[in-house]
């Protein structure tokens, strides 16, 4: 591959004058990697002359044609061509479909990782099993907290969705006003979450939104989902109801979810044995960070 190498501040204006040229005045680039039309490989990249922002660095799992195949990534050769460029990475959540592709991505375009707590701990455990990847800074964002990132400014909204600390992002560009909404849940008895992401999603609505973003499985199906507390209920039902051992499963990062496992055995007497590679680290990184 040939990559183009800056190696002067002279030539790192020149490719901000050219990309000014190819830019209309006042506009943002946006470059999906994947994750649009399919499941997974969760890749978006928001650029202006300041630089590049990668939103997400997912992955996929290969179907049954990918024989030997553990993990599907986006194809990044236009990132890592444009790598002197690149300012950060902003993680909404931490599902396999949003972070599994981060640790062959970041050793050929390294920069700092910014992502919710949890998301940060889910990160720290996969780099551990690659031990190549290069030491980059990580920083926590939280909800109401902006931040700035070369001509973007974000600011973070705590959504609900199957894992917890999860976030949308809206994101103040030269173009206007970018809503990512991420992967989430309009859950009106949440489990976990103290604010409703509601009020300040209507705040950017009435402020004037350029460009939504907005992605959310099922949402073609009449009805709605049914709330967390709602499968916390009948988990304790379940539980209550049933004598001798319980076989359960669930996604390994659903930490509400576990949670909810974890009080009804306290409730009715039970011992829990976590069984599962996945979920043993998930709740081993949970509880180390206080989400269990």
């Given at each position: 591959?040939?990559?183009?190498?800056?190696?002067?501040?002279?030539?790192?204006q020149?490719?901000?004058?050219?990309?000014?040229?190819?830019?209309?005045?006042?506009?943002?680039?946006?470059?999906?990697?994947?994750?649009?039309?399919?499941?997974?490989?969760?890749?978006?990249?928001?650029?202006?002359?300041?630089?590049?922002?990668?939103?997400?660095?997912?992955?996929?799992?290969?179907?049954?044609?990918?024989?030997g195949?553990?993990?599907?990534?986006?194809?990044?050769?236009?990132?890592?061509?444009?790598?002197?460029?690149?300012?950060?990475?902003?993680?909404?959540?931490?599902?396999?479909?949003?972070?599994?592709?981060?640790?062959?991505?970041?050793?050929?375009?390294?920069?700092?990782?910014?992502?919710?707590?949890?998301?940060?701990?889910?990160?720290?455990?996969?780099?551990?099993?690659?031990?190549?990847?290069?030491?980059?800074?990580?920083?926590?964002?939280?909800?109401?907290?902006?931040?700035?990132?070369?001509?973007?400014?974000?600011?973070?909204?705590?959504?609900?969705?199957?894992?917890?600390?999860?976030?949308?992002?809206a994101?103040?560009?030269?173009?206007?006003?970018?809503?990512?909404?991420?992967?989430?849940?309009?859950?009106?008895?949440?489990?976990?979450?103290?604010?409703?992401?509601?009020?300040?999603?209507?705040?950017?609505?009435?402020?004037?939104?350029?460009?939504?973003?907005s992605?959310?499985t099922?949402?073609?199906?009449?009805?709605?989902?049914?709330?967390?507390?709602?499968?916390?209920?009948?988990?304790?039902?379940?539980?209550?109801?049933?004598?001798?051992?319980?076989?359960?499963?669930?996604?390994?990062?659903?930490?509400?979810?576990?949670?909810?496992?974890?009080?009804?055995?306290?409730?009715?007497?039970?011992?829990?044995?976590?069984?599962?590679?996945?979920?043993?680290?998930?709740?081993?990184i949970?509880?180390?960070?206080?989400?269990?």
């Open positions: 591959m040939n990559v183009d190498t800056i190696r002067t501040a002279g030539e790192l020149e490719r901000k004058e050219t990309l000014e040229r190819e830019l209309p005045p006042g506009a943002v680039a946006l470059t999906f990697l994947g994750g649009v039309g399919e499941f997974g490989k969760n890749m978006l990249l928001l650029e202006d002359p300041s630089g590049i922002v990668v939103v997400d660095c997912g992955q996929a799992f290969p179907d049954d044609l990918l024989l195949v553990d993990s599907v990534i986006p194809e990044t050769s236009y990132l890592e061509a444009h790598a002197d460029r690149l300012l950060a990475y902003v993680f909404t959540h931490g599902h396999e479909d949003h972070i599994g592709a981060l640790p062959y991505i970041l050793p050929r375009a390294p920069a700092p990782v910014y992502a919710s707590r949890l998301t940060l701990g889910f990160i720290d455990g996969k780099l551990r099993e690659f031990p190549e990847t290069p030491e980059v800074e990580r920083v926590e964002i939280k909800g109401g907290r902006s931040f700035a990132l070369g001509g973007f400014e974000f600011e973070p909204v705590a959504v609900s969705h199957s894992t917890a600390d999860s976030l949308a992002l994101v103040s560009t030269r173009a206007g006003l970018i809503l990512h909404t991420g992967d989430f849940k309009l859950d009106p008895t949440p489990v976990g979450r103290r604010r409703d992401p509601l009020p300040r999603l209507r705040h950017f609505g009435k402020k004037g939104v350029r460009l939504l973003l992605d959310s099922n949402a073609e199906l009449p009805g709605r989902s049914p709330s967390e507390a709602a499968a916390r209920q009948g988990i304790f039902e379940a539980f209550r109801g049933t004598r001798g051992r319980i076989i359960l499963t669930t996604f390994a990062s659903h930490i509400h979810r576990i949670q909810g496992v974890i009080d009804a055995c306290e409730e009715t007497g039970r011992s829990l044995v976590v069984s599962g590679r996945a979920v043993e680290r998930t709740v081993r949970a509880r180390e960070l206080g989400y269990l």
